[in-house]
């Protein structure tokens, strides 16, 4: 468990014992550009109204108690405890080397009431960035011990609480891109269900 300081829906900061839940949509947007032009379709370049994807985007959800779940289905389940901080983040199959994904709009389709609050956008505690290591081109993996550098790295994510049991299905829209070139915006369509425990 965490203490944290969490930002609600009216701008009221909650200070609560919390649980956190890592949702990450791995995207193959390869696999999705192929499968669009393989059945004559088009990525939509409106934001408003994207491209709904079925396929092609997996879900890694982490919580300490049920451990690592992924999914890939479009009717995946991402499962949180109840008062849960959830955190999602979206990525490439390539950890955004080749692609980026932006999550930019969340939108809730069941009816009844709300399970978790309307996600938020959150910058890393640190506005300036951290430096993190990494392993600089051009270096082999035989080496007998790891020659590094430090790079400079922000983190980002969006910021929902967990605070009715229940399941909602909802879409989130995202943007690909390569480089600065917008590929298109899409929406992928899970459910979250928050449990008592």
Known sequence: MMSEVIQGKDDIAITKNSITADVTFVIDVDSIIEYLR????????????????????????????????????????????????????????????????????????????DVISVPSQIWSQNPMGKKVPMVPSGINANEDEPKIIFVESQ??????????????????????????????????????EVTNS
Do not use: C, M
């Open 38 to 113: 393989n059945n004559n379709l088009k990525s939509s370049l409106d934001p408003k109204d994207p491209t709904v994807i079925r396929q092609h985007v997996y879900i890694a959800n982490y919580t300490p108690e049920l451990g690592l779940k992924v999914a890939s289905s479009s009717g995946a389940r991402v499962t949180v405890p109840i008062n849960a901080n959830i955190r999602w983040r979206a990525t490439t199959v390539s950890n955004n080397f080749d692609y980026t994904i932006i999550l930019y709009k969340f939108k809730k389709l069941s009816i009844g009431d």
């Open 155 to 192: 983190d980002s994510y969006f910021q929902a609480i967990a605070h009715k049991p229940g399941v909602e299905q909802y879409t989130w829209f995202f943007a690909a891109y390569d480089g600065k070139k917008l590929l298109g915006y899409y929406r992928y369509d899970p459910y979250v």
